[in-house]
């Protein structure tokens, strides 16, 4: 991990976005910038942190350790996402950066005492949680759908849906969307509980139908945003 000081300079990323002034200039007074290279470890599991950090820029996954040793997946931070647990207790799940990482990092204590005497962080902060819960269910939703293709799809509705803020990965042109996947296709079948040769099968599926274009590995242009929610909420059937 590199550290690289305050970072009173750099552009000011949600959940932290219309605080007071005095929560902000407090915030900013403690923040340092960290950076991980991909692949290195942020957090372990059950390891009490030492920070809350907020992604500005890269991706974290998250991975959760199971009883048969398997390390899956469990979901993605992009910019803008808090990480790190608030408060009492070690966080149960392993941080890891899927790509290289720069993030704003607030020693624990210091925050915890600013949260305890500002209401506009701690609805910022629970805010957050609001937002991490919603997106779980919908995770929940799509990687039960017992058809790759439509976990896919439910995968590039949820990038449009949460990720349009975050490092240029959503971006719009007239009546289509063009995403970048911001993670490995051996990454993104962790995560949908597939293998990456399914992944390229379900993309190039749902280009033979034309929901999408595959514009590079990485770049998806969407260009029926309804077909893919459709399919990321039907049944088998």
């Not at 919603?134 to 949460?162: E, H, Q, T």
Request: aromatic residues 8%; glycine residues 8%; negative net charge.
């Amino acid at each position: 991990m590199r550290n690289k000081g305050n970072s009173g300079d750099h552009k000011w990323f949600p959940p932290f976005t219309g605080l007071e002034a005095e929560t902000v200039a407090a915030l900013k007074a403690m923040l340092r910038r960290v950076s991980y290279t991909a692949g290195q470890i942020v957090f372990n599991e059950r390891e009490k942190s030492e920070f809350v950090g907020v992604v500005e820029s890269g991706v974290l996954r998250i991975q959760k350790t199971l009883v048969d040793g398997r390390y899956p997946i469990v979901g993605l931070l992009v910019e803008g996402d808090i990480f790190g647990r608030v408060f009492d207790g070690a966080t149960e799940f392993g941080i890891e950066a899927a790509t290289d990482v720069w993030a704003f990092a607030f020693p624990h204590e210091p925050f915890e005492a600013l949260l305890k005497r500002s209401p506009d962080l701690d609805r910022a902060v629970l805010r957050n949680a609001l937002n991490e819960l919603d997106r779980a269910r919908d995770w929940m939703i799509i990687v039960s759908n017992p058809k790759i293709i439509n976990r896919v799809a439910g995968f590039l509705v949820i990038m449009c849906r949460y990720w349009g803020r975050g490092d240029h990965l959503v971006q719009s042109y007239h009546s289509r969307i063009e995403v970048t996947i911001p993670v490995s296709r051996l990454d993104l079948a962790h995560l949908l509980g597939t293998s990456p040769e399914s992944i390229s099968r379900a993309l190039h599926a749902l280009a033979d139908i034309g929901d999408i274009e595959i514009k590079a590995p990485d770049r998806i242009l969407i260009g029926n945003a309804d077909a893919l929610a459709a399919k990321a909420g039907e049944e088998e059937r």
